[in-house]
């Protein structure tokens, strides 16, 4: 089956079905904010997105921007065909844990270099995760990391049908 008609972007927003694949990582100065019970978790604007066609944006963070008290090491590990082996981090915040809620790559393959320990976040477990001060949606199905945001038009891989998009 093929991809749905993609949205009509709106004034200043990209469509996620003009990203590229295999995917990439970019630089971004967007403020990115992280807050999980009453803990600021994350904010930065040295942060990287990556982009994949019908993905909302994933952000990694570098660790100067993240409170990384409130992380710890998971076992889980899993495998990107475009980054390489990521490995997790639980969220351990005022007595509540996020069994691995966010992710890294430590050694990710050449063209994610610049993402190489940086932090990403799923946000759908999480309090608030802002984009500019925006309460962004997470990427729907459970299983994807994306963040959306007025920026992007869909629709957005995840949703019922979308597998093989």
């Known amino acids: 089956m093929g991809h749905p008609e993609p949205d009509t972007p709106g004034p200043g927003q990209e469509s996620v079905w003009d990203y590229p694949r295999p995917a990439i990582c970019e630089p971004t100065s967007r403020r990115i904010q992280v807050r999980h ?6 904010d930065s604007t040295s942060a990287y997105r990556t982009l994949e066609t019908s993905h909302p944006p994933t952000y990694y963070i570098p660790r100067a921007d993240i409170a990384m008290d409130y992380l710890e090491p998971n076992a889980r590990r899993s495998l990107c065909e475009w980054k390489g ?3 997790y981090f639980d969220i351990a915040i005022g007595g509540t844990r996020i069994d691995a809620g966010a992710w890294t790559y430590p050694e990710p393959t050449p063209g994610f270099a610049p993402i190489r320990d940086m932090i990403a976040f799923y946000p759908d477990p999480l309090d608030e995760c802002l984009v500019d001060g925006e309460k962004i949606t997470p990427q729907p199905g459970g299983f994807y990391g994306g963040w959306i945001s007025q920026y992007e038009a869909g629709p957005f891989k995840g949703i019922p049908g979308s597998r093989f998009w």
């Open 37 to 42: 019970k009453g803990v600021d978790l994350v």
């Open 85 to 87: 082996q990521a490995r």
